[in-house]
């Protein structure tokens, strides 16, 4: 069974630029989390999706950051204009509660470098 | 501000000794707690999961939870090189979110 599937897994891009992200959940999963990690501020929840909603997007840092789930089965995290502070690993992680616990698995991510 | 604390280490341990991970948390409504593993480019993988007080053992690892205390640890016995990696603890405090420590790095000295 595919896992959390991320592209870019590297984008190297220059200040002003728009970048975008994409995920893949796991199949039959219906919460769908976006998280940066960066050395300074570690792993932080920028937005999640519930059936395709967002529900929390306290995350954001600012409104250049905007991400969209069209459908069930991907989302993307856009970036416009991208600016250095936003360098980080980008991960995406779903999960769903009809399991017995809230476990959440993510995918290998997406090394952001803005020059 | 819901926060997790972890101390960033890094911890070193030499190969067969136990390593013990602690992380405190905020929020007393905190419900389940989770530790992860993420070696070094990697993404977190999960290794463990705790709801209640007490011990949980799975195979080498233990987690162990005192909510009154506010205090989640991982002992790992028998440490192995392989166990060298970035552990985070992540706690589930509202609906289905999650909080993460800033992470401990551990190194195995063989």
């Known amino acids: 069974d595919a896992g959390v599937i991320q592209s870019p897994r590297h984008e190297v891009t220059e200040m002003g630029q728009e970048v975008t992200l994409r995920c893949k959940p796991i199949s039959g999963h219906d919460y769908l989390f976006w998280y940066r990690q960066t050395m300074m501020r570690g792993l932080e929840l920028l937005i999640y999706?519930?059936?395709?909603?967002?529900?929390?997007d306290s995350g954001m840092p600012e409104d250049r950051f905007s991400a969209k789930m069209p459908n069930a089965s991907f989302s993307t995290l856009k970036i416009q204009p991208s600016e250095p502070r936003d360098s980080a690993v980008y991960f995406c992680a779903s999960n769903t509660l009809a399991r017995l616990y809230n476990e959440q698995f993510f995918g290998p991510g997406t090394r952001l470098t803005v020059l | 501000q819901k926060e997790v604390e972890q101390n960033s280490g890094p911890l070193s341990v030499p190969e067969g000794a136990i390593a013990s991970l602690n992380c405190t948390y905020s929020?007393?409504?905190?419900?389940?707690f989770f530790w992860y593993r993420q070696y070094s480019g990697k993404s977190p993988e999960l290794i463990m999961f705790i709801y209640s007080n007490g011990d949980k053992e799975d195979g080498r690892f233990t987690a162990q939870l005192n909510k009154a205390s506010q205090y989640v640890s991982l002992l790992i016995r028998d440490s192995q090189p392989s166990d060298s990696a970035t552990y985070l603890c992540?706690?589930?405090?509202?609906?289905?979110?999650?909080?993460f420590g800033g992470g401990t790095r551990l190194m195995v000295k063989p």
């Open positions: 999706f519930n059936n395709n909603v967002p529900i929390d």
């Open positions: 929020d007393r409504g905190s419900q389940s």
């Open positions: 992540a706690v589930n405090n509202a609906g289905n979110m999650l909080t």
